[in-house]
């Protein structure tokens, strides 16, 4: 009489979970729980995990790193049969930080000939980052646009100025936005300067 073993191991499969970014780094320190799985023999079980990074044999649970989005772990399960069970879950990795914003306190915007000054949000930014990545850099006058009338309530990737501005500070909201959509904000007061010096035309000789 021959006994043999062609059962394979039954797989407590995790369920599928949602866990967020680390705030320095663009992704997940996950902790997996040992996994748990029966034989009919109890011929001992073997576990080995996969996944992007790689394959951990003889998982016994512990922490592995997984990028942002949704990642699929695979779980491998056999016997010394060499009877093999598979299943697999999903780990989502969100990015719910936002940006650390850093503007500048104060900055100078000279006009133009024409009496005004079309400033990018960008050059009112002061070193700011993301643990993932930027998406866009957008700002507004806390004005409503002022005398000016050229900036709704609305972010835009421009602020304008006008000769109406000269010898004011003139608070603006500076915005980053990461791919996300998380952003964060911070606030900068411009000092708007006319250093166009004036064109005299002379009358003819009469």
């Known amino acids: 009489i021959e006994i043999r073993d062609t059962e394979a191991p039954v797989i407590m499969c995790p369920y599928n979970k949602e866990v967020f970014t680390q705030s320095a780094a663009c992704d997940a320190s996950v902790y997996i ?3 748990v799985a029966f034989d009919s023999c109890n011929n001992g079980i073997h576990i080995n995990l996969i996944y ?3 394959i951990v044999k003889e998982f016994k649970g512990g922490f592995i790193t997984l990028p942002l989005g949704e990642s699929k772990i695979d779980i491998e399960a056999y016997d010394n049969c060499y009877n093999y069970s598979y299943c697999s ?3 989502e990795v969100i990015d719910k930080a936002a940006p650390v914003v850093q503007c500048d306190k104060e900055t100078v915007v000279s006009l133009d000939r024409f009496g005004q000054a079309w400033v990018p949000a960008n050059v009112f930014d ?3 980052y993301d643990n993932c990545h ?3 850099m957008d700002a507004r006058r806390m004005d409503n646009g002022g005398p000016c009338n050229q900036q709704s309530k609305e972010f835009a990737d421009t602020i304008g100025f006008c000769c109406a501005d000269v010898g004011k500070l003139i608070t603006v909201m ?4 990461d791919e996300s959509g998380n ?3 911070c606030m900068v007061q411009v000092e708007v300067q006319d250093k166009t010096i004036p064109h005299v035309y ?3 000789d009469v």
Not at 174 to 177: I, M, P, Q, S, V
Request: glycine content about 12%; some cysteine; charged content about 15%.
């Open 134 to 136: 930027l998406k866009k």
């Open 33 to 35: 729980a040992p996994i």
């Open 89 to 91: 879950f999903f780990v």
């Open 126 to 128: 002061d070193g700011t």
């Open 174 to 177: 500076f915005r980053a936005t």
């Open 183 to 185: 952003s964060n904000t």
């Open 202 to 204: 002379c009358p003819h």
């Open 52 to 54: 992007a990074g790689g």
